[in-house]
């Protein structure tokens, strides 16, 4: 089973950039896709991002599309969400996924196997 680790979280202003890294232990993640959700207080987890084994495929959720890049570096067992213009409304915490049937569309919680523990990102106005 794979152990996720993301960090990268901070307190940043409006438009500011940040990147999140998913640092993968106990097997490779070639066999998974790999996805970002998040999740802000007293609202449910949301798709945020997603990219297919080899990395050539990536899927996003609307409010972050044109703005977050996801990819992922295979040889480092490491995945990341660069994120761009940021806005208030992207203060949450933030999770990253693996999925072992290569969904990189899928959009569910529960369609991903395993979970890290989360990396906050708080943006101010």
């Known amino acids: 089973q794979v152990q996720l680790v993301e960090s990268g979280g901070g307190l940043v202003q409006a438009g500011d950039s940040l990147t999140l890294s998913c640092a993968a232990s106990?097997?490779?993640?070639?066999?998974?896709?790999m996805g970002w959700f998040r999740q802000a207080p007293e609202k449910e987890r949301e798709f945020v991002a997603a990219v297919s084994v080899s990395g050539t495929y990536t899927n996003y959720g609307d409010t972050v599309k044109g703005r977050f890049t996801v990819s992922r570096a295979n040889a480092k067992n490491t995945v990341f969400l660069q994120m761009n213009s940021l806005k208030p409304e992207d203060t949450a915490v933030y999770y990253c996924?693996?999925?072992?049937?290569?969904?990189?569309?899928?959009?569910?919680?529960?369609?991903?196997?395993?979970w890290g523990q989360g990396t906050q990102v708080t943006v101010s106005s």
């Open positions: 996924a693996a999925d072992r049937g290569n969904g990189w569309r899928n959009t569910l919680p529960d369609e991903y196997d395993v």
């Open positions: 106990g097997r490779s993640i070639t066999v998974y896709a």
